[in-house]
């Protein structure tokens, strides 16, 4: 697959993921009841699939950049760090309110490191 396959389906799939988690952190803010959520399983698969799209389309892209590297680089650790937090995150926001509040904050600035080490590959 060329290597703009692989992006768009990365863009796609951080989408998937926002979304998802964006619903998840208002919704817990709204109501701290996770069972009162009646698009809860599809929150979740959409949750499930971005993660998935966002692994596979990232490996995707680095195989494309291999001919110029070996190994893992650097810079690829910390995306890897951030995409397990926000893909282990879900449930996190019904178990108190303050931290719905400090997710809906920090989830962005999450998105912006990953995009930064991912753009400047600083190491």
Do not use: C, E
């Not at 990232?58 to 110029?68: E, K, Y």
Request: charged share 10%; net charge positive; aromatic share 14%.
């Amino acid at each position: 697959m060329p290597y703009a396959f692989y992006k768009v389906l990365h863009i796609f799939g951080i989408a998937m993921m926002l979304v998802a988690l964006g619903g998840v952190y208002v919704h817990a803010l709204n109501s701290s009841d996770k069972k009162a959520n009646a698009v809860r399983r599809l929150v979740l698969i959409l949750h499930g699939i971005g993660s998935f799209l966002i692994l596979l389309a990232g490996f995707g892209l680095l195989a494309r950049l291999g001919d110029q590297m070996t190994g893992i680089p650097g810079w690829v650790w910390p995306k890897l760090a951030i995409w397990l937090v926000l893909s282990g995150v879900m449930a996190v926001p019904y178990r108190d309110k303050t931290l719905a509040r400090l997710l809906l904050i920090a989830t962005p600035f999450l998105v912006l490191a990953a995009a930064y080490f991912a753009l400047f590959k600083p190491f």
